[in-house]
């Protein structure tokens, strides 16, 4: 990797600053972040570096230096993508095709200025396939020759995304602090990179990426949306609460092993490791450094009962390989129970559910048959943890 390497980081938010950012401009790479939330771009204009708080087994205070802003929509984004040699996102699934329209002109851009240099893009979102999804929306915008300069010089690189930042308590006194755990995990697809493979520590490269995101997904976000659900039903505010009540622990146990056993079967993982792998999870939801709500785990709850993500998904996987799921359905049954009339989504599904009904609901949430089996099964706990 040359030393002039520059990146474009769009979201300057939790992830943006506390992981991906901290971890691009520690191997030397220029940043400068895209967002749009005025106090954070100025002072990262202003101040050109920020605190990095550490928190876990290993406490540590790092000072990230030497990166750069832009607004988002009033700075010119494009010609910053004009002269990049990646461009990184950590903004939300939902916000993902907003960036999508600037990062498409900064393309035609690179191509009428005849820029050969390869430049690779990188969803760091918790989606499936997240960068081949913004592909799709970049490619929308572009004429045919402009998607073969894409296919020639651009790259889409998948990823997987694992560390807990939650919003920092402290961020009146300075905008720009974020609090850590120690644990990260950035796993990318090295097969999609478009010319040298940047060498960046910390960025782990596997030809085998959809076993890494299942595993992510099936397990550290099943478990944290398990512990946040049964979590809110029990009056807990944290997920550090919630995970230090036996029986939730166990509940959640049970759950990760139950998706991690449709792991073991599709992926081949290791029985032993794949344990060890839960405890990990659940020594990072005890973290006492970090004050990480219900709220934001628990956060729109029609995402995550969507037939891709952390609930469903897994169930599918159950179903197919004919394994217990019982904790599965309860998990996703809390989900169903979870109120919070800050959360428009949580609003919406208790909306529906007074409307048309907890077998409804569920049909149309998770685009499981109404009536079928596992239908059944969730409105069954739902009511069964209702009258609890
Ligand atoms: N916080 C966490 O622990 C983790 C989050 N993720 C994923 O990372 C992504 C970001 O999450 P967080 O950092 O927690 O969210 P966040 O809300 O802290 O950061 C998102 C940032 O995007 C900015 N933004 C909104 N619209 C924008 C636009 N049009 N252009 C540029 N920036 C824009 C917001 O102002 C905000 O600063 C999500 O997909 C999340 O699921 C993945 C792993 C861990
Ligand atoms: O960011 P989302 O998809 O709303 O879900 C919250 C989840 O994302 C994370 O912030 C990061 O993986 C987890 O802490 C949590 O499981």
Known sequence: M???TQALHFGAGNIGRGFIGKLLADAGIAVTFADVNDTVVNAL?????YTVDVVGEKSEQCLVTGVDALHSITDDVPAKIATVDMIT???GPTVLKMVAPAIAIGIVLRQEQGNKTPLNIIACENMVRGSSQLKEMVLAELSKSQQAYVARYVGFVDSAVDRIVPPTENSASDPLRVTVETFSEWIVDQTQFCGEIPNIPGMELTDQLLAFVERKLFTLNTGHATTAYLGMLKGYA??????????IEQSVRNTM???GEVLIRRFGFDTQQHANYINKIIQRFRNPHLHDEIVRVGRQPIRKLGADDRLIKPLAGTLEYNVANDNLVRAIAAAFLYENNDD?????VQNIIRQQGIDSAVSRFTSLTQNSRPCQSIVQSYQQLQAA
């Open 45 to 49: 204009k202003e101040k050109k570096q």
């Open 238 to 247: 944290t997920i550090a609460e919630a995970i230090n009540d036996h029986d």
């Open 89 to 91: 996102t950590a903004v």
């Open 2 to 4: 040359k030393n002039s």
């Open 344 to 348: 428009e989504q949580a609003v919406e």
């Open 257 to 259: 092993a139950e998706s």
